[in-house]
């Protein structure tokens, strides 16, 4: 029994993964960390870690990346692998969870959806085949409360697409501001906003006279909840270290 601390328990994913929890026998929610007490749950809920007392494998954190230092804190302090589901860290406080991976187990990935992850892998196989005989464009669409743009997941596509070119790439976010033709160099990056859209990434390989594209779509956030718990029965014996989504689809 995988025993968890739900660090933003009463926000949306939250809530989303203490049912998905509650419906699980091979994990618990032991207790929250929440700044927002008016929800009602089914365990103890604190808005001092420091407060809780008792014995737990694993934390969760899906609250808003100002909270993270705390809950490095907390873990480092009791020696506990924290899983990091938030998304907008800035480079200093990935550099800052990263040092803390020399002292715990530290799990992160851009977007914590397995079917996302496996879209990656594929994109890195796709772009080591077509490379230099394709152009690249990456488009994603969310909901019109998203506030970042392009999405954390759009950069992490984007990312392992670069890493696996020969040569570094350019973005180019959008186009409206470029006035030249299109450099053979360039990973194209597009956002949509609208209604109530939870999250399509698609990437498009073009090249003459033919088109090739990859598509993840979720449709609700259990996509992420569900990973996340994965996430947590996988590190809670792990040593200190970095892991992420890469570490659980190998295994598989």
Known sequence: MTKIIMNGCNGKMGQV???????????EIIAGFDVNEAIENTYPVFTNPDDFTGEADVVIDFSHPSALTNILSFCKKRRLPVILATTGFTDDQKKEFAAASNEIPVFFSA???????????????????????????????????KIDAPSGTALAIADAIDETLSYPAEYVYDRHAVRRKRKKTEIGLHAVRGG????DHNIIFAGTDEVIELKHSAHSKEVFAVGAI???????????GMYNMNDIISNL
């Open 17 to 27: 993964i203490t049912r998905l929890v509650s419906e699980d026998s091979e994990c």
């Open 111 to 145: 977007n914590m959806s397995l079917g996302i992850n496996l879209l990656i892998d594929l994109a890195r196989k796709a772009t080591k085949l077509l490379e230099g005989n394709f152009d690249i464009e990456i488009v994603e669409r969310h909901h019109n409360q």
């Open 196 to 199: 109530t859209i939870v999250g």
């Open 230 to 240: 994965k996430a947590a029965k996988f590190i809670k014996d792990k040593p200190a």
